[in-house]
């Protein structure tokens, strides 16, 4: 009985040790975005609503780089597990040339093509016109999120959560900082508007690469050398495009598919783009804690299970559901109880305030479920190296069930722009019991390390 006692309070001295500084970063990114909100919305509707839609070109991005955060974490953590620091530095490396690649395209595409992408999300012209200088400056960002975001990942998946969280942090505070000295041209700059929402996400993001140089060039437990740039291994490779291509596959088609109901909302009408815009603020702020748990468990039982301490794994996976179940009641009842404060967050149009005090009631109840699926799937399943179930499972209910519910609704059925909101957001709700069936089956718990010599493979 005081074994069980001291494993319990361990774990959860473990968990809320790596939870607290994730979550706190989360707050700081939803912070960020809360802001954009904020002085976008006292530009203008116009400025807010185009800001949002351009906007979702770097979320499909983070996409990607979560996909290849997760085959990182995945291989990262069971090898920490087991000590084996050389075979983490390889892995980075892979990520790295990965994510670089990815990046350069969306580069491309934002800096020189930017009405192309526009057009994906709206066919309003004013949105269109207003929103293209925005992806021309922050295409910029992606490239310096390219190399930043997988240092910081591997950073997170040794347990230096909170060295991630410091980085992460004081870039997005800098953001906010520089959001309102461009937007509304403070200390006799310029009023920018949404270039100057731009401008400082670069910036911002710039500062962010040039602190994981620096600390590369300290930090001896896990050393970034560019060399690892041009190195090949050919079975670790293979483990890592096993592992994280079901995992990039999952995040783009669930990404791909919530960016669907940004293209469903964004022919409704700006009103409902503009509403959408404030109620994915607080949707992010009611699930901050959630995914702090995720990502925690990954970690806390990736490296479990690079252990061999399945049994441990197990009982610590049951706890973290439970830990989830309980946050996602509370953020919940925090999108209700800051209910006024969204309600006023941006000088809306009285159809966009309308629609925005339904979408904060909907949101109330759906935070639940992404919680709970978002904390199996991307947090116990991947810990065990299961990637290919969750991948399957959303793309199942994403473009068989939500996107496709989405687009009759809206255009074939023309329901009122609230049912197809409450529709498109049943989602999570319908894969709920599937994905807690697969979790009882412990088919996830699988040890995915492999013994290596040190030499590079051929």
Not at 59 to 67: C, E, P, Q, R, T
Not at 118 to 144: A, C, D, H, K, Q
Not at 187 to 196: A, C, Y
Request: charged share 15%; proline share 3%; with cysteine.
């Amino acid at each position: 009985m005081k074994t069980t006692m001291t494993k319990s309070s361990t774990f959860y001295k473990d968990m809320f040790r790596l939870a607290l500084p994730i979550v706190c970063q989360n707050l700081i990114t939803t912070a960020v975005g809360s802001a954009d909100v904020i002085m976008l919305g006292w530009v203008s509707q116009t400025a807010l609503s185009a800001g949002s839609l351009a906007s979702q070109i770097m979320f499909i991005l983070n996409l990607v780089y979560s996909g290849i955060s997760s085959g990182i974490g995945m291989l990262a953590a069971q090898y920490w597990g087991r000590k084996d620091t050389r075979t983490i530095e390889k892995i980075m490396g892979i990520g790295m040339k990965l994510s670089i690649l990815v990046s350069s395209v969306f580069f491309v595409l934002a800096c020189f093509f930017p009405k192309l992408l526009m057009l994906v999300f709206t066919s309003e012209p004013e949105l269109i016109e207003t929103g293209m200088p925005y992806l021309r400056i922050v295409g910029i960002s992606y490239l310096f999120m390219s190399i930043s975001q997988v240092y910081l990942c591997t950073m997170r998946s040794i347990e230096r959560v909170v060295f991630a969280t410091v980085t992460n942090g004081s870039a997005l505070g800098l953001n906010i900082l520089l959001n309102a000295v461009f937007i509304f041209g403070l200390f006799g700059l310029p009023k920018m508007g949404i270039l100057g929402v731009a401008l400082a996400t670069t910036t911002a993001r710039g500062v962010e690469l040039l602190i994981c140089l620096a600390d590369a060039c300290r930090f001896e437990t896990i050393r970034f050398r560019p060399r690892i740039l041009l190195e090949h291994h050919k079975v670790l490779f293979q483990d890592f495009m096993k592992y994280s291509l079901p995992a990039f596959g999952n995040e783009v088609s669930w990404g791909v598919g919530f960016s669907m109901y940004s293209v469903i909302m964004g022919h409704l009408g700006s009103d409902m783009v503009a509403a959408n815009a404030v109620a994915v603020v607080a949707k992010n702020l009611g699930t901050v804690v959630c995914f702090g748990i995720a990502n925690a468990g990954a970690i806390l039982l990736g490296k479990a299970i690079g252990a061999g301490q399945m049994e441990t794994v197990k009982e610590d996976a049951s706890r973290f559901c439970w830990i989830t179940f309980a946050s996602g009641i509370a953020g919940g009842a925090l999108i209700f109880l800051l209910r006024p404060l969204f309600m006023n967050m941006a000088d809306l149009s009285t159809v966009a305030q309308g629609y925005l005090s339904i979408m904060l009631f909907i949101n109330m109840y759906s935070v639940l479920g992404q919680a709970m699926n978002s904390t199996v799937i991307c947090g116990i399943f991947r810990a065990g190296g299961d990637s290919r179930w969750g991948f399957i499972c959303d793309v199942i209910d994403m473009w068989l069930f939500a996107v496709p519910l989405g687009f009759i609704s809206a255009f074939l059925l023309k329901l009122s722009p609230m049912w197809v909101y409450f529709l498109i957001y049943l989602d999570e709700f319908v894969k709920l019991p599937f994905v807690y069936r697969h979790y009882k089956s412990y088919q996830w718990l699988k040890n995915i390390t492999r013994d290596f010599d040190g030499s590079p493979f051929l």
